[in-house]
Protein backbone atom coordinates (compact mmCIF):
# COMPACT_ATOMS: atom_id res chain seq x y z
CA UNK A 1 0.00 0.00 0.00
CA UNK A 2 2.03 3.12 1.27
CA UNK A 3 5.90 2.84 2.31
CA UNK A 4 5.27 5.29 4.60
CA UNK A 5 3.33 7.05 7.01
CA UNK A 6 0.29 8.50 5.69
CA UNK A 7 -2.49 10.34 7.44
CA UNK A 8 -5.83 8.86 8.33
CA UNK A 9 -7.84 10.47 5.93
CA UNK A 10 -5.71 9.50 3.31
CA UNK A 11 -6.29 5.88 3.89
CA UNK A 12 -9.42 5.84 4.47
CA UNK A 13 -10.17 7.32 1.06
CA UNK A 14 -8.11 5.55 -0.71
CA UNK A 15 -8.97 2.32 0.43
CA UNK A 16 -12.47 2.92 0.26
CA UNK A 17 -14.11 0.63 -2.45
CA UNK A 18 -18.24 1.37 -3.61
CA UNK A 19 -18.24 -2.33 -4.10
CA UNK A 20 -17.71 -3.85 -1.11
CA UNK A 21 -20.16 -5.38 1.57
CA UNK A 22 -22.38 -2.84 2.80
CA UNK A 23 -20.99 -3.39 6.31
CA UNK A 24 -17.55 -2.85 5.33
CA UNK A 25 -18.71 0.46 3.09
CA UNK A 26 -20.25 1.67 6.22
CA UNK A 27 -17.40 0.76 8.59
CA UNK A 28 -15.35 3.02 6.72
CA UNK A 29 -17.55 6.16 6.63
CA UNK A 30 -18.54 5.55 10.32
CA UNK A 31 -14.24 6.31 10.73
CA UNK A 32 -14.29 8.59 8.53
CA UNK A 33 -16.43 10.58 10.12
CA UNK A 34 -15.34 10.45 13.31
CA UNK A 35 -11.76 11.67 12.12
CA UNK A 36 -13.49 14.77 10.78
CA UNK A 37 -15.69 15.05 14.04
CA UNK A 38 -12.46 15.03 16.39
CA UNK A 39 -10.57 17.22 13.98
CA UNK A 40 -12.74 20.38 12.59
CA UNK A 41 -9.55 22.35 10.87
CA UNK A 42 -9.67 20.20 8.04
CA UNK A 43 -12.02 21.24 5.61
CA UNK A 44 -12.65 20.47 1.79
CA UNK A 45 -9.74 22.59 0.98
CA UNK A 46 -7.49 20.57 2.79
CA UNK A 47 -8.74 17.77 1.84
CA UNK A 48 -8.27 18.44 -1.80
CA UNK A 49 -4.79 19.44 -1.01
CA UNK A 50 -3.74 16.39 1.00
CA UNK A 51 -4.96 14.08 -1.69
CA UNK A 52 -3.41 15.66 -4.27
CA UNK A 53 -0.31 16.17 -2.54
CA UNK A 54 0.00 12.41 -1.47
CA UNK A 55 -2.11 11.00 -4.72
CA UNK A 56 -1.37 13.53 -7.33
CA UNK A 57 -5.37 13.53 -7.44
CA UNK A 58 -8.39 13.55 -5.80
CA UNK A 59 -9.86 10.00 -6.32
CA UNK A 60 -13.83 10.34 -7.54
CA UNK A 61 -14.80 7.78 -4.71
CA UNK A 62 -13.74 10.69 -2.47
CA UNK A 63 -17.02 12.54 -3.08
CA UNK A 64 -19.24 9.49 -2.26
CA UNK A 65 -17.87 8.50 1.31
CA UNK A 66 -17.24 12.16 2.52
CA UNK A 67 -20.84 13.43 1.45
CA UNK A 68 -22.33 9.91 3.50
CA UNK A 69 -19.70 10.87 6.41
CA UNK A 70 -21.11 14.55 6.21
CA UNK A 71 -24.48 12.91 7.62
CA UNK A 72 -22.84 11.33 10.16
CA UNK A 73 -20.96 14.20 11.85
CA UNK A 74 -22.14 15.93 15.26
CA UNK A 75 -19.58 18.07 16.30
CA UNK A 76 -18.89 20.29 13.01
CA UNK A 77 -20.44 21.33 10.29
CA UNK A 78 -20.07 19.43 6.94
CA UNK A 79 -17.63 19.67 4.46
CA UNK A 80 -18.68 21.50 1.07
CA UNK A 81 -18.62 19.08 -1.48
CA UNK A 82 -18.66 21.73 -5.00
CA UNK A 83 -15.24 22.48 -4.48
CA UNK A 84 -14.32 18.19 -4.52
CA UNK A 85 -16.48 17.95 -7.53
CA UNK A 86 -15.24 20.85 -9.48
CA UNK A 87 -11.53 19.48 -8.71
CA UNK A 88 -12.57 16.52 -10.34
CA UNK A 89 -13.55 17.85 -12.89
CA UNK A 90 -10.73 20.45 -13.60
CA UNK A 91 -8.56 17.56 -13.14
CA UNK A 92 -10.07 15.84 -16.42
CA UNK A 93 -10.69 18.86 -18.29
CA UNK A 94 -6.53 19.60 -18.17
CA UNK A 95 -6.04 16.40 -19.25
CA UNK A 96 -8.54 16.87 -22.28
CA UNK A 97 -6.40 20.47 -23.01
CA UNK A 98 -3.14 18.49 -22.85
CA UNK A 99 -4.83 15.48 -25.21
CA UNK A 100 -5.81 17.97 -27.79
CA UNK A 101 -2.36 19.54 -27.95
CA UNK A 102 -0.74 16.35 -28.24
CA UNK A 103 -3.20 15.59 -30.82
CA UNK A 104 -2.42 18.38 -32.61
CA UNK A 105 0.72 17.52 -33.48
CA UNK A 106 -0.22 14.49 -34.99
CA UNK A 107 -0.47 14.16 -38.92
CA UNK A 108 -3.52 11.44 -38.98
CA UNK A 109 -5.54 11.61 -35.52
CA UNK A 110 -6.00 15.42 -35.72
CA UNK A 111 -8.54 14.68 -38.72
CA UNK A 112 -10.69 12.77 -36.50
CA UNK A 113 -9.99 13.99 -33.66
CA UNK A 114 -11.30 17.36 -34.39
CA UNK A 115 -11.62 20.54 -32.05
CA UNK A 116 -15.47 20.00 -32.40
CA UNK A 117 -14.70 16.24 -30.86
CA UNK A 118 -12.88 17.97 -28.09
CA UNK A 119 -15.67 20.40 -27.32
CA UNK A 120 -18.24 17.91 -27.27
CA UNK A 121 -15.74 15.82 -24.90
CA UNK A 122 -15.44 18.89 -22.28
CA UNK A 123 -19.47 18.95 -22.60
CA UNK A 124 -19.52 15.38 -21.70
CA UNK A 125 -16.90 15.64 -18.70
CA UNK A 126 -19.00 19.41 -18.14
CA UNK A 127 -22.38 17.33 -17.25
CA UNK A 128 -20.15 14.02 -15.22
CA UNK A 129 -21.52 12.92 -11.62
CA UNK A 130 -18.17 12.27 -9.62
CA UNK A 131 -20.68 9.57 -7.47
CA UNK A 132 -20.55 7.53 -10.65
CA UNK A 133 -17.96 5.62 -12.64
CA UNK A 134 -16.60 7.98 -15.61
CA UNK A 135 -17.49 5.91 -18.81
CA UNK A 136 -17.57 6.92 -22.05
CA UNK A 137 -19.55 5.33 -25.08
CA UNK A 138 -18.45 7.72 -26.96
CA UNK A 139 -15.23 9.31 -27.21
CA UNK A 140 -13.23 6.51 -26.03
CA UNK A 141 -9.93 7.16 -27.68
CA UNK A 142 -10.33 9.96 -24.30
CA UNK A 143 -9.89 7.15 -22.12
CA UNK A 144 -7.30 5.29 -23.62
CA UNK A 145 -5.19 8.44 -23.37
CA UNK A 146 -6.43 8.85 -19.59
CA UNK A 147 -5.38 5.82 -18.58
CA UNK A 148 -2.07 4.68 -20.69
CA UNK A 149 0.50 5.56 -18.18
CA UNK A 150 0.75 1.76 -17.02
CA UNK A 151 0.57 0.62 -20.85
CA UNK A 152 2.72 3.31 -22.64
CA UNK A 153 4.57 5.30 -20.45
CA UNK A 154 2.47 8.42 -21.43
CA UNK A 155 3.06 7.92 -24.91
CA UNK A 156 0.07 5.99 -25.89
CA UNK A 157 -1.40 8.66 -28.40
CA UNK A 158 1.52 9.13 -29.81
CA UNK A 159 2.63 5.26 -30.66
CA UNK A 160 -1.08 4.93 -32.11
CA UNK A 161 -0.45 7.68 -34.50
CA UNK A 162 3.03 5.94 -35.35
CA UNK A 163 0.90 2.93 -36.38
CA UNK A 164 -1.30 4.86 -38.63
CA UNK A 165 2.18 6.69 -39.72
CA UNK A 166 3.52 3.29 -40.65
CA UNK A 167 0.68 1.37 -41.88
CA UNK A 168 -0.70 4.27 -44.40
CA UNK A 169 1.89 3.14 -47.19
CA UNK A 170 0.21 -0.18 -47.26
CA UNK A 171 -3.49 0.31 -47.76
CA UNK A 172 -6.45 2.84 -47.36
CA UNK A 173 -6.61 3.75 -43.03
CA UNK A 174 -9.32 6.68 -43.78
CA UNK A 175 -11.94 3.98 -42.27
CA UNK A 176 -9.52 2.77 -38.96
CA UNK A 177 -9.35 6.54 -37.95
CA UNK A 178 -13.30 6.93 -38.27
CA UNK A 179 -13.63 4.22 -36.15
CA UNK A 180 -11.21 5.76 -33.66
CA UNK A 181 -13.21 9.08 -33.30
CA UNK A 182 -16.36 6.88 -32.48
CA UNK A 183 -17.67 4.68 -29.90
CA UNK A 184 -16.30 1.67 -28.35
CA UNK A 185 -16.50 -0.92 -29.99
CA UNK A 186 -14.88 0.26 -32.82
CA UNK A 187 -11.93 1.96 -31.18
CA UNK A 188 -10.76 -0.72 -29.20
CA UNK A 189 -10.94 -2.84 -32.10
CA UNK A 190 -9.23 -1.13 -34.30
CA UNK A 191 -6.55 0.28 -31.48
CA UNK A 192 -6.19 -3.02 -30.91
CA UNK A 193 -5.14 -4.27 -34.40
CA UNK A 194 -3.29 -1.17 -35.12
CA UNK A 195 -0.79 -1.76 -32.06
CA UNK A 196 -0.36 -4.89 -32.74
CA UNK A 197 0.39 -4.31 -36.66
CA UNK A 198 2.67 -1.72 -35.80
CA UNK A 199 5.63 -3.77 -35.20
CA UNK A 200 5.60 -5.80 -38.15
CA UNK A 201 5.36 -2.58 -40.20
CA UNK A 202 7.80 -0.74 -38.35
CA UNK A 203 10.74 -3.70 -39.28
CA UNK A 204 8.90 -4.12 -42.92
CA UNK A 205 7.95 -7.46 -42.77
CA UNK A 206 3.92 -6.74 -43.98
CA UNK A 207 3.86 -8.45 -47.38
CA UNK A 208 -0.08 -7.17 -48.04
CA UNK A 209 -2.41 -5.75 -45.50
CA UNK A 210 -5.77 -6.65 -45.33
CA UNK A 211 -5.02 -9.22 -47.68
CA UNK A 212 -7.60 -11.24 -50.11
CA UNK A 213 -8.91 -14.84 -48.38
CA UNK A 214 -9.56 -18.32 -49.58
CA UNK A 215 -12.99 -18.38 -47.46
CA UNK A 216 -13.89 -14.77 -48.89
CA UNK A 217 -13.77 -11.36 -46.94
CA UNK A 218 -10.16 -9.80 -46.21
CA UNK A 219 -7.30 -10.61 -43.27
CA UNK A 220 -5.81 -7.92 -40.96
CA UNK A 221 -2.55 -8.68 -42.61
CA UNK A 222 -0.07 -11.48 -44.26
CA UNK A 223 3.60 -10.62 -43.19
CA UNK A 224 6.87 -12.39 -43.52
CA UNK A 225 8.63 -13.77 -40.56
CA UNK A 226 11.65 -14.49 -40.60
CA UNK A 227 11.28 -15.69 -44.06
CA UNK A 228 8.61 -17.83 -43.52
CA UNK A 229 4.77 -16.06 -44.43
CA UNK A 230 1.93 -15.94 -42.29
CA UNK A 231 -1.34 -14.64 -41.38
CA UNK A 232 -1.68 -11.95 -38.55
CA UNK A 233 -5.33 -11.60 -36.81
CA UNK A 234 -6.36 -9.14 -34.43
CA UNK A 235 -9.39 -10.01 -32.34
CA UNK A 236 -10.51 -7.50 -29.25
CA UNK A 237 -13.28 -8.76 -26.53
CA UNK A 238 -15.17 -6.48 -24.86
CA UNK A 239 -15.36 -6.16 -21.18
CA UNK A 240 -18.32 -7.12 -19.33
CA UNK A 241 -19.97 -7.28 -16.09
CA UNK A 242 -20.31 -10.77 -13.79
CA UNK A 243 -23.37 -11.20 -12.30
CA UNK A 244 -22.67 -11.69 -8.36
CA UNK A 245 -19.06 -11.29 -8.88
CA UNK A 246 -19.26 -15.20 -9.39
CA UNK A 247 -17.74 -17.05 -12.69
CA UNK A 248 -17.60 -20.20 -14.26
CA UNK A 249 -13.92 -21.13 -15.76
CA UNK A 250 -15.70 -23.15 -18.79
CA UNK A 251 -18.54 -21.24 -19.37
CA UNK A 252 -16.37 -17.73 -20.01
CA UNK A 253 -13.68 -20.11 -21.84
CA UNK A 254 -16.66 -21.73 -24.45
CA UNK A 255 -17.61 -17.96 -24.74
CA UNK A 256 -13.77 -16.78 -25.81
CA UNK A 257 -13.85 -20.15 -27.73
CA UNK A 258 -16.26 -19.21 -29.89
CA UNK A 259 -14.77 -16.14 -30.84
CA UNK A 260 -11.88 -17.40 -31.74
CA UNK A 261 -13.50 -20.08 -33.68
CA UNK A 262 -15.22 -17.07 -35.79
CA UNK A 263 -11.70 -16.42 -36.83
CA UNK A 264 -9.76 -19.55 -37.62
CA UNK A 265 -12.59 -21.85 -38.73
CA UNK A 266 -14.83 -19.11 -40.74
CA UNK A 267 -12.86 -15.94 -41.80
CA UNK A 268 -8.93 -17.84 -42.22
CA UNK A 269 -10.83 -21.52 -43.28
CA UNK A 270 -8.61 -22.66 -46.21
CA UNK A 271 -5.24 -20.74 -45.58
CA UNK A 272 -1.91 -22.16 -46.85
CA UNK A 273 0.17 -20.57 -43.94
CA UNK A 274 0.48 -20.46 -39.93
CA UNK A 275 -2.21 -18.43 -38.20
CA UNK A 276 -1.50 -15.86 -35.12
CA UNK A 277 -4.18 -14.86 -33.94
CA UNK A 278 -3.37 -11.61 -31.34
CA UNK A 279 -6.75 -12.16 -28.60
CA UNK A 280 -7.65 -9.37 -26.24
CA UNK A 281 -8.94 -10.68 -23.33
CA UNK A 282 -9.90 -7.26 -21.41
CA UNK A 283 -10.00 -7.24 -17.54
CA UNK A 284 -12.87 -9.26 -16.90
CA UNK A 285 -11.05 -12.40 -17.98
CA UNK A 286 -8.78 -14.28 -15.90
CA UNK A 287 -5.30 -14.66 -17.83
CA UNK A 288 -4.92 -18.21 -16.20
CA UNK A 289 -7.51 -20.12 -15.22
CA UNK A 290 -9.95 -19.03 -18.24
CA UNK A 291 -7.11 -18.79 -20.63
CA UNK A 292 -6.50 -22.37 -20.37
CA UNK A 293 -10.08 -23.23 -20.49
CA UNK A 294 -10.34 -21.89 -23.97
CA UNK A 295 -7.40 -23.72 -25.17
CA UNK A 296 -9.18 -27.22 -23.43
CA UNK A 297 -12.25 -26.21 -26.17
CA UNK A 298 -9.85 -25.47 -29.20
CA UNK A 299 -8.00 -28.81 -28.58
CA UNK A 300 -11.18 -30.29 -28.86
CA UNK A 301 -12.30 -29.01 -32.03
CA UNK A 302 -11.07 -30.82 -35.13
CA UNK A 303 -11.71 -27.67 -37.33
CA UNK A 304 -8.57 -26.03 -35.46
CA UNK A 305 -5.71 -26.86 -37.34
CA UNK A 306 -5.77 -24.22 -39.56
CA UNK A 307 -4.52 -22.14 -36.08
CA UNK A 308 -1.30 -22.23 -35.66
CA UNK A 309 -1.05 -19.87 -32.38
CA UNK A 310 -2.89 -17.28 -30.01
CA UNK A 311 -0.90 -14.40 -28.79
CA UNK A 312 -3.32 -13.73 -25.44
CA UNK A 313 -3.16 -10.10 -24.39
CA UNK A 314 -3.89 -8.31 -21.29
CA UNK A 315 -5.93 -5.54 -23.08
CA UNK A 316 -6.46 -3.60 -25.98
CA UNK A 317 -3.39 -1.43 -25.08
CA UNK A 318 -1.14 -4.51 -24.86
CA UNK A 319 1.32 -4.63 -22.04
CA UNK A 320 1.70 -8.34 -21.49
CA UNK A 321 1.02 -10.96 -23.78
CA UNK A 322 1.05 -15.08 -23.47
CA UNK A 323 1.76 -16.84 -26.26
CA UNK A 324 0.60 -20.39 -27.04
CA UNK A 325 1.12 -22.67 -29.70
CA UNK A 326 -0.99 -25.30 -31.60
CA UNK A 327 0.58 -28.42 -31.32
CA UNK A 328 -2.04 -30.19 -33.64
CA UNK A 329 -1.81 -27.40 -36.11
CA UNK A 330 -1.28 -27.82 -39.91
CA UNK A 331 0.92 -25.14 -40.15
CA UNK A 332 3.72 -24.52 -37.54
CA UNK A 333 5.77 -21.81 -36.67
CA UNK A 334 9.75 -21.93 -37.52
CA UNK A 335 11.80 -21.49 -34.45
CA UNK A 336 13.31 -17.95 -36.00
CA UNK A 337 9.65 -16.94 -35.87
CA UNK A 338 8.95 -17.27 -32.73
CA UNK A 339 12.25 -15.77 -31.98
CA UNK A 340 10.96 -12.62 -33.72
CA UNK A 341 7.86 -12.55 -32.04
CA UNK A 342 9.23 -12.59 -28.61
CA UNK A 343 11.69 -9.65 -29.58
CA UNK A 344 8.66 -7.34 -31.27
CA UNK A 345 6.10 -8.11 -28.15
CA UNK A 346 6.46 -8.30 -24.78
CA UNK A 347 5.43 -11.99 -24.88
CA UNK A 348 6.32 -14.47 -22.28
CA UNK A 349 5.09 -18.56 -22.91
CA UNK A 350 1.80 -19.64 -21.78
CA UNK A 351 1.95 -21.82 -18.77
CA UNK A 352 -0.85 -24.01 -17.83
CA UNK A 353 -2.17 -24.07 -14.25
CA UNK A 354 -3.16 -27.80 -14.36
CA UNK A 355 -6.97 -26.89 -13.27
CA UNK A 356 -8.56 -27.57 -16.85
CA UNK A 357 -5.83 -29.45 -18.67
CA UNK A 358 -3.74 -31.75 -16.89
CA UNK A 359 -0.16 -31.65 -17.20
Not at 171 to 191: N, V
Given at each position: MFSHVVHPLIEIIWLYDEEAPSEKRRRDIVRLANLLDGDDSIDEQQVIEMLTAELRHVPPRAVELIRKANTRLTRRSALALDPIIA???????????????????????KRVLTPRWFEQLRAIIGTWDPEKPFELSTHTAFMGYFTDATCYGCQYLQTLEDAFVRLAP??????????????????????FEMLVLRPFAASDCIEEYEPSLPAGGRGEARVSLSGQRLYIEARAKMDEDREDGSFDPAEMGVKLFRKLQEKYAAQYAGV???????FSLGASVLQDIEVEAVIAEV??????????????????????????????????????????????????????????IAD
Open positions: NLRDAKLASVEEMERIVGETKYLYGSIKQKLREIAGPSAGYISTADSPLIVFLKDKMAKPLTAVAFCDFYQPHKMWLWRNRRATHRLSPDAVKTLYEFFPIRRFRKTGLI
